[in-house]
């Protein structure tokens, strides 16, 4: 087995044009996903928001159709992430420690699928890219959502941790 390096953990296999509720969600299954675990502060949760835009809720009912789901979130409160876990009716993981992968290899034993039909979604290259491509799942990195459900204009930590993983050589396109 080969040792992957800094460059090859910090590029997602796929990056998104748009937020999660723009991500095709067809071509995931084209790919052979299976299950999506989802980060949930600024992918499907505006900064500080509790409530689940609507566009966003609208691709979450669509995808629990065809996959299972798993909130992931290194957040604390089991408040605001099972709240909305229980609105969709999933399972969840609070305090997630990413990119640790304790929290992540006890979500994928429970999916029972092989981590190549496990992807992960989310708006940080540091810990949900960097923990997704650790335990070998597809990656994915969208746009931060806004309260309004669309990209965020201004985000400044996605761009700082995309600038510093172009830094390391990672293209991130």
């Known amino acids: 087995m080969t040792r992957a390096t800094l460059t090859d953990l910090l590029q997602p296999d796929w990056v998104a044009q748009g937020t999660l509720a723009e991500l095709p969600l067809e071509q995931l299954l084209e790919r ?5 675990v989802l980060d949930v502060d600024r992918t499907l949760l505006p900064h500080r928001g509790s409530e689940l835009p609507l566009a966003m809720e ?22 605001r992430i099972g709240g909305v876990a229980a609105r969709l009716g999933v399972p969840f993981t ?17 999916l029972n699928l092989p981590a190549a039909q496990v992807a992960l979604v ?6 949900d890219v960097l923990a997704g491509n650790r335990l070998g799942l597809f990656t994915v990195l969208v746009k931060p959502v806004n309260a309004q459900g669309e990209p965020c204009r ?10 510093l993983a172009r830094l390391t050589g990672a293209p991130l396109n």
Not at 63 to 68: G, H, R, T, Y
Not at 122 to 127: A, E, I, L, Y
Not at 154 to 163: A, F, I, P, S
Request: proline fraction near 5%.
């Open 32 to 36: 052979g996903i299976r299950a999506l």
């Open 58 to 79: 609208r691709w979450l009912r669509r995808a629990q159709d065809s996959l299972p789901l798993h909130l992931f979130s290194n957040n604390p409160s089991r408040s």
């Open 94 to 110: 609070t305090s997630a420690g990413k990119p640790r992968r304790g929290a992540l290899r006890r979500v994928l034993d429970g």
């Open 122 to 127: 989310g708006d940080r290259v540091f810990t």
């Open 154 to 163: 201004h985000d400044r930590w996605q761009r700082l941790e995309v600038q």
